[in-house]
């Protein structure tokens, strides 16, 4: 039922709570909804300004007085340009995540903080994941070498990393720090011997929080514990808060955690009226600290519930019949199943033949015209590095495109980012054991390539073109010419390494004009920025790898969207690193130069750390006609739906676990689970609910299906996971319409 309202009353007349599977419409609701709230609300002058697409205010409007906020950025920005369009852009609103709200009162609000908890009055800086990790080992160094934050089978970065998390858990579960031990000797009891783990994590975590708020460093769980424990109960705030939003529009709240139900709450307590939906079958981020369960207790807050029934896609004609199949573990299947024709089979021995088979089918559905690169993704419990760029190449060939959904891939894992590197270790003095033959070797391949006209013209001539496997990208230094010219050219030096003239190596001449060239503007560019840096006209190292990147990347070649992406996320953490750096610097002064920095930013990126993804950019062009590759959990948190669905490795059992989608120790802060043990009985629960949540989200956001499936995985085990018997009747189905269609045709003959 649709309410009209005229005007916002109490909370408990205005509220209201939407309901609704994937592709109900929930969203359209909330953007329907806004647009009947926003003639109604009283704006108050605005003083600050921003960006019209971000949902925010510009100068000269009126302050925004309905948050809008969305699960994650991409979905944030979807809902903001819906509701931009709904209402022709006359309204102001602000539009952010629960964690970006989180940050912006922080830092908003930060000197009520500092007058409050008494700290240090200086503007604070919040630290990236792998900023964080690195500086939180620094400080538990003498732990880590004594042994004292260990756990059997964990690397000292991946305990590092599992201690910070259960601050974060803790403190978006709205539960206090001092309680980490107690809950983890609690959930944890079953095992026994690790009570001394727990104490030493709860120690360290205490001296890492006192550590950053002294230096004026947030990370993401100091932030949310900030928010709630001590900003939100402040009366000063909450008087702030209730005078600034007359409304609060949450889209997805099945992801939000636990203390977004504290803030809504006080938001309705002093008047504000509520629009919230909600996916029973959602809960894409628990285990990443949503508490979908708590936050669905919010319902009783609002008068007007409503129910989307409405179903979209495979799942009101199979989604109960496939649940049945994965989920019933005594192995009673119904009598005489059927499933429908647009639900397929692909079965091979072998992985590789598994990938190769299922780009073959996208390739003739596509050339067919049967569908559009654009409406086909390609779905995998663990979409591996194997498996995208086998999919990636095979579909390249027929001018087909891919677009790999949030890639969490390290960034040393990218050419163009390690040549950088390299460039880095050969500015700056004292790097010289961060650079070898084979580095400076692949450094003159990536940056002495050039694109010529005939590669320009083939790119106007051939508009839907491929670019990023098919334009010819000739080299002027190839690797053979690179391998030669470092083993002569190069002179390691600890110090000062050096690149020698082109005419050290012997036979010089049979390199060919074009790779000797190519060598020599390299040389004479590193010895312009040494000659800089040693006058001190470099401002920094950002500003190296800005003009490496202007020179020899940008300049005369196109380079692939993701190719784009790394060095915008190369960019971005580098800034970062330097910031941290400089507020380091100023908090306690070291002797250590630039050298000592830039070794250590090096070290990091190549040992493989996974930095935060650039801000989102949309596809335009021939990219935007894409097919999508993306594991689970990130096609489900970008709540996109396509045409067709391949489920790859649809046999495995990786679908019945969290994987990396779940943090050491999430469920013991939900607040249904908070003080009991988490045991193994509990654990496969949970991952049956999940599993179930996950089909049936899945089976919402398409309208073709192929189970696509090998005997074998890749190290050489049969597959058995929960999707199996569901694959086996998939198979009989389809071998049975294959027997009547030819029954059909000897009969007619």
Not at 231 to 255: C, E, G, H, K
Not at 508 to 533: F, K, M, P, T
Request: net charge neutral; hydrophobic share 40%.
């Amino acid at each position: 039922m649709l309410t009209n309202l005229d005007k916002l009353g109490t909370p408990t007349q205005n509220s209201i709570w939407i309901v609704g599977a994937a592709r109900s419409g929930k969203t359209a609701r909330l953007v329907e909804q806004f647009c009947i709230w926003s003639k109604t609300v009283k704006s108050l002058a605005a003083t600050r300004s921003s960006r019209g697409r971000s949902g925010r205010w510009r100068a000269g409007q009126t302050a925004p007085a309905i948050l809008v906020l969305a699960a994650n950025g991409e979905n944030r920005l979807e809902l903001a340009d819906r509701i931009g369009v709904s209402t022709q852009g006359k309204y102001a609103f602000h539009s952010t995540t629960p964690f970006g709200f989180f940050e912006q009162e922080v830092l908003l609000f930060w000197p009520l903080l500092v007058q409050s908890m008494d700290l240090r009055a200086q503007f604070p800086l919040r630290l990236q994941p792998e900023t964080e990790l690195e500086l939180a080992a620094r400080v538990w160094r003498r732990e880590l070498d004594e042994g004292i934050l260990q756990q059997t089978g964990v690397s000292p970065n991946r305990m590092v990393r599992r201690t910070l998390d259960l601050l974060q858990l803790a403190a978006v579960s709205g539960t206090p720090r001092e309680e980490i031990k107690s809950i983890l000797e609690q959930g944890f009891a079953w095992e026994g011997g690790s009570n001394s783990l727990w104490t030493s994590m709860g120690e360290l975590l205490e001296r890492w929080r006192e550590w950053c708020l002294r230096r004026g460093l947030l990370t993401y769980g100091i932030v949310c514990e900030l928010y709630w424990r001590y900003l939100l109960p402040n009366p000063t705030y909450q008087q702030q808060l209730a005078s600034r939003y007359q409304a609060v529009i949450a889209d997805d709240v099945d992801d939000y955690p636990a203390i977004c139900r504290d803030l809504f709450d006080r938001m309705l307590d002093r008047g504000a009226a509520g629009a919230f939906s909600y996916n029973r079958d959602g809960g894409v981020r628990l285990g990443l600290g949503a508490d979908t369960e708590y936050l669905a207790k919010l319902e009783s807050r609002c008068q007007s519930v409503e129910n989307l029934d409405a179903k979209a896609g495979l799942a009101p004609e199979i989604g109960e019949l496939v649940v049945s199949l994965a989920v019933n573990t005594e192995g009673f299947y119904p009598l005489g199943l059927t499933l429908p024709g647009s639900v397929r089979s692909l079965e091979t021995t072998s992985r590789a033949q598994l990938l190769r088979e299922t780009a073959e089918i996208i390739v003739d559905a596509v050339k067919s015209e049967a569908v559009e690169p654009q409406e086909i993704a390609v779905i995998a419990p663990g979409m591996d590095a194997i498996a995208r760029y086998s999919l990636t190449e095979i579909l390249a060939r027929s001018g087909i495109a891919t677009e790999s959904l949030n890639d969490q891939r390290p960034l040393s894992t990218t050419p163009e980012i390690r040549a950088l590197l390299t460039l880095l270790a050969l500015v700056y003095p004292g790097l010289g054991r961060l650079v070898d033959r084979d580095a400076v070797a692949e450094m003159l391949v990536i940056l002495g390539s050039q694109k010529h006209r005939e590669a320009m013209e083939t790119e106007d001539s051939q508009p839907n073109f491929h670019f990023k496997s098919q334009i010819p990208n000739p080299k002027s230094i190839d690797p053979v010419r690179a391998c030669l010219i470092a083993d002569s050219c190069f002179c390691p030096n600890v110090d000062r390494p050096q690149l020698l003239a082109i005419t050290t190596f012997p036979r010089w001449d049979r390199l060919g004009h074009r790779a000797a060239r190519a060598y020599e503007q390299i040389v004479e560019w590193i010895e312009q920025q040494r000659s800089q840096q040693q006058e001190r006209l470099l401002p920094s190292p950002i500003a190296l790898l800005d003009r490496a990147i202007q020179k020899f990347l940008i300049d005369d070649r196109y380079l692939a969207g993701d190719r784009l992406a790394a060095l915008r996320e190369l960019m971005e953490t580098a800034a970062h690193y330097w910031e941290i750096h400089g507020r380091m610097q100023r908090v306690e002064p070291t002797n250590g130069g630039d050298s000592e920095t830039i070794a250590r930013f090096i070290q990091l990126l190549r040992q493989g750390t996974v930095t935060a993804n650039p801000f989102p950019v949309g596809l335009e062009g021939p990219a935007a006609r894409a097919v999508t590759l993306a594991n689970i959990f990130q096609y489900r948190s970008s709540r996109r739906a396509h045409k067709w669905h391949f489920w790859l490795d649809a046999g495995s059992p990786l679908w019945l676990s969290g994987g990396a989608a779940t943090l050491f120790g999430a469920p013991l802060f939900l607040q249904s689970q908070l003080g009991r043990p988490w045991e193994t009985e509990d654990e496969t629960v949970a991952d049956q609910q999940r599993l179930q949540r996950i089909l049936v989200d899945l089976l919402s956001r398409c309208w073709v299906l192929y189970l696509c499936h090998s005997e074998l995985a890749v190290n050489g085990q049969e597959q058995t996971g929960p999707l199996v018997p569901l694959i086996q009747s998939a198979v009989s189905c389809q071998q049975s319409a294959i027997r009547h269609s030819a029954f059909g045709i000897q009969h007619s003959t």
